[in-house]
């Protein structure tokens, strides 16, 4: 027996997965289904067969290194062939959230991202957080703008809204590039492949592969997701785009001293709906409720075949609904002039900064992880396609 | 006083056990069987795993000893419409679709040779015609010709009445039902093969020269569409590279969560068909788990793995698509090697596995398993299932199984 070689298996790790969505790991008899029908794995050594024993077996360390668990998209065709009802596709989700756990820069931040036991603290914080700030509490007592409501009166943009968000983005950048970093030091170490070339030029092959939405479109059982995936995406570009001009439009004019530039309106908000920027706004937020109800109609009806997902899921979908669903009622509401858009838009920056001060530490997560492991894969020769 | 009467549901191999069993322990049986002959689905086999002998080598034993007997009334064509009474006293109403040919049938072939209609063999799985007046297949019990209702053109024809001498045709017969008392009931209903078509990544029905194991069995019999060549559906061209895909819906939730115990046998006892047809033959078997459980059925599988062509593959194959020249291509993930593969073969046999009969007697307020099968401890008295109907076995132990049951029905025919 000089060549046996001893697992141990770290059963919390396995506990931990069956909690966080993956309940019917055990379930699976190794049959191989997953991995042939499977249309977005590498040929040689393919997912999702192997970490389905690996995750039986409490394989943390291999698992979690594996840039396979991020190449999978959770396409569900494995779960919709499974004979057993394993749900591959649900465990590969369940896994990937202890990935983000793993390389967290402030793990306690990704228990209160995931765990359900944890929502109330996930927006009690934010709450708190913006009524301290906020300079009327009695909304009826908030000034016009030139005898219209104006959300900037209500919660000014400096220092509460910009320092604000200024601060909790550069902590959620600077956690993503430590996640990063911590994600391709863990699959290095474990690969022993040789890379080929920089690992910065395989980034962009794989930005452009995530921005063609090319992976989803190998998908089956889930092929709707891939136009409700593109939509939100593109429409979260869409107000980043927005928000660096509200910005310029903001500050910029102070600096130059430029009141207007042909339909370009800089200055305090609210910017009249004719406006390019305000467009691209209303465009995004109408591209951002399409692709969300498409998302969350096409996993209620598939649900069947390809699993109804986790709390892990849930409540990222939440976050992203919340901050449409607000967006959008506030601004509604002011066009009404009615003073309960105050509340909303209050709602709101809850919602937003929710979003970005988990971004690395829940689902969000996946942008910058899978991108990561997409480059790790091509760097590596594993996935090349 | 009970009736010391047997009602067996289903003349195949179980059926027919219980009905020989249950006559020479000198009870009257009455034998209610579906198709125009008895023997059910062993009829259509080629060999039996693991010994290799043809099949007529247990029926025709049952056939002789029923006729020696003379205490079984056989329906064919027939099904049991109701069941009313209990145990010891049942009421069994049997409905008879018409034969058209009497019991004066010789079997001298005449109006087969006088028909002009074509009809499409179910015994072949469609894979041969017969003529409307037909022998359902040369070892047919009882040795009585058919017509086909729906091929048959009628009285408009009647080429076959002019054909034969014996008056033993008329187009003119009717559906009947009668009514029989009987004490006990054993239901022998069996299973039908899976089907495969439902497997939509597996190709059947849409890929060429993909077909399922119990055509493998036509294919390769004497009696079979190509008189035991194994050739393949498309073209005729004989097949030396073979791929067996196992557990084709058994094992699987979509479609038969149980095991159908008989395919791995069934895909080992075939390769050794092409094997001993052809020296130079390939065969790859895919498979999840080799089950092949006792003694003489795991040496069977050594013997089968002894051969150098034949080889075996871990990792089901969830793909088939249709390749150039009719040839099927086939991908599943080799779990030994560690990597996706994809293979082509000449032909490819879907083992496909037991979808229980149970569904059927639903109506009749029979208690099923999650499974389908018949849940027999919640089976009224007097009533009892065997074989096929209550768990997936084979032929060996359909045997067994049927001559235990039939021993229960008796007892409870004395009870009453």
């Known amino acids: ?170 902590f959620a950048a600077f956690s993503a590039l430590v996640g990063i970093k911590r994600l391709w030091a863990t699959m290095a170490a474990r690969s022993g492949a040789k890379g080929t070339g920089s690992p910065i030029g395989h980034v962009i092959p794989a930005v452009t592969t995530i921005l063609a939405h090319k992976k989803f479109a190998d998908c089956d059982v889930n092929r709707l997701r891939q136009w409700g995936h593109l939509l939100l995406f593109y429409s979260f570009a869409g107000l980043a785009v927005v928000t660096t001009v509200a910005i310029v439009y903001l500050y910029g004019w102070k600096f130059f001293g430029i009141q207007a530039f042909g339909s370009f309106n800089f200055g305090k908000s609210p910017y009249p709906n004719n406006d390019p920027m305000k467009i691209l706004a209303l465009v995004s937020s109408v591209a951002f409720a399409a692709g969300f109800i498409i998302l969350l109609v096409n996993r209620l009806v598939k649900a069947g075949k390809a699993g109804l997902g986790g709390y892990f899921d849930w409540v990222f979908l939440l976050i992203v609904g919340g901050v449409g669903a607000t967006g959008m009622l506030a601004w509604a509401l002011r066009l009404q002039e009615m003073t309960a858009g105050y509340w909303v838009y209050y709602f709101h920056l809850v919602f937003v900064w929710t979003l970005f001060m988990y971004a690395p530490y829940s689902k969000f997560a996946h942008l910058f992880y899978r991108t990561t492991a997409m480059a790790f894969a091509r760097y590596t020769g594993r996935d090349t396609k | 006083m009970a009736e010391n009467k047997v009602l067996i549901v289903g003349g195949g191999f179980s059926g027919l056990t219980a009905a020989v069993e249950a006559a020479e322990a000198g009870s009257d049986v009455i034998i209610v069987e579906k198709n125009p002959y008895l023997g059910g689905r062993v009829t259509q086999l080629n060999k039996y795993f693991w010994k290799m002998c043809p099949p007529n080598c247990g029926l025709e034993i049952q056939y002789k000893r029923i006729k020696n007997n003379g205490q079984v009334k056989i329906y064919t064509m027939a099904e049991v419409e109701k069941i009313s009474g209990s145990g010891g006293n049942f009421d069994v109403t049997i409905k008879t679709q018409p034969r058209f040919v009497n019991e004066k049938c010789t079997g001298c072939n005449k109006c087969t040779e006088a028909c002009p209609e074509e009809r499409s063999s179910d015994f072949d799985f469609g894979m041969s015609k017969t003529r409307a007046a037909y022998l ?55 299973w039908n093969p899976y089907d495969a078509a439902k497997m939509d990544n597996l190709g059947f029905g849409t890929v060429q020269n993909v077909i399922t194991n119990m055509m493998m069995e036509r294919i390769a019999s004497p009696n079979g569409p190509t008189l035991g060549k194994i050739v393949r559906p498309s073209d005729g061209k004989e097949v030396k590279n073979i791929a067996f895909v196992q557990c084709a819906g058994s094992r699987d939730e979509n479609h038969l969560a149980h095991c159908s115990y008989i395919c791995c046998l069934a895909s080992l006892k075939q390769a050794s068909y092409v094997r001993e047809l052809y020296p130079d033959a390939k065969v790859k078997i895919f498979y999840i788990d080799i089950r092949t459980p006792g003694l003489y059925e795991n040496r069977f599988y050594t013997k089968i793995k002894e051969d150098q062509n034949v080889s075996f593959l871990k990792g089901k194959v969830a793909r088939v698509e249709q390749a150039p020249n009719g040839d099927v291509k086939v991908t599943a993930e080799d779990i030994h090697g560690g990597s996706k593969i994809t293979e082509t073969f000449d032909m490819v046999v879907l083992a496909t596995g037991m979808q229980p009969t149970a569904a059927s007697l639903k109506n009749a307020g029979v208690a099923m398993t999650d499974d389908g099968f018949v849940d027999q401890a919640a089976l009224p008295k007097g009533i009892y299932a065997t074989g096929t109907l209550k768990t997936p076995v084979d032929v060996a132990r359909s045997a067994q199984d049927a001559t235990g049951v039939v021993m229960k029905s008796i007892q409870s025919l004395r009870r009453n």
């Not at chain 1, 506990?15 to 309940?23: L, P, V």
């Not at chain 1, 995750?55 to 062939?81: N, R, V």
């Not at chain 2, 091929?151 to 034969?164: H, I, N």
């Not at chain 2, 001498?165 to 003119?172: E, N, T, V």
């Open chain 1, 1 to 170: 027996m000089a060549d046996a070689t001893i697992i141990k298996p770290d059963l919390q790790f396995v506990k931990e997965i069956i909690k966080g969505g993956g309940e019917s790991l055990k379930k699976c008899y190794q049959c191989a289904t997953c991995s042939v029908v499977c249309n977005v794995t590498p040929e040689g050594n393919p997912f999702p067969r192997k970490e389905m024993v690996l995750a039986q077996w409490g394989q943390k360390d291999e698992l979690l290194a594996s840039p396979d668990i991020w190449l999978c998209h959770q396409c569900s065709d494995c779960t919709a062939y499974c004979p057993r009802g394993a749900k591959p596709g649900e465990v590969l989700n369940a896994v990937r959230k202890q990935s983000i756990k793993q390389v967290a820069l402030v793990p306690f931040l990704s228990k209160i991202a995931t765990d359900p036991k944890f929502i109330w603290l996930l927006f009690a914080i934010p709450m708190v957080l913006f009524y301290l700030i906020m300079p009327y509490r009695d909304v009826s007592m908030v000034p016009l703008l030139n005898g219209k409501m104006s959300y900037s009166n209500f919660m000014p943009v400096w220092p509460q809204v910009d320092a604000t968000f200024m601060l909790t983005a550069a």
């Open chain 2, 136 to 190: 359902p297949h040369n070892q047919a019990f009882p040795l009585q010709y058919v017509i086909d209702g729906k091929a048959c053109k009628g009285s408009s024809c009647a080429k076959c009445v002019e054909a034969c001498k014996y008056d033993a045709i008329h187009l003119d017969m009717k559906a009947e039902t009668v009514t029989v008392k009987v004490g006990a009931v054993v239901m022998a209903t069996g």
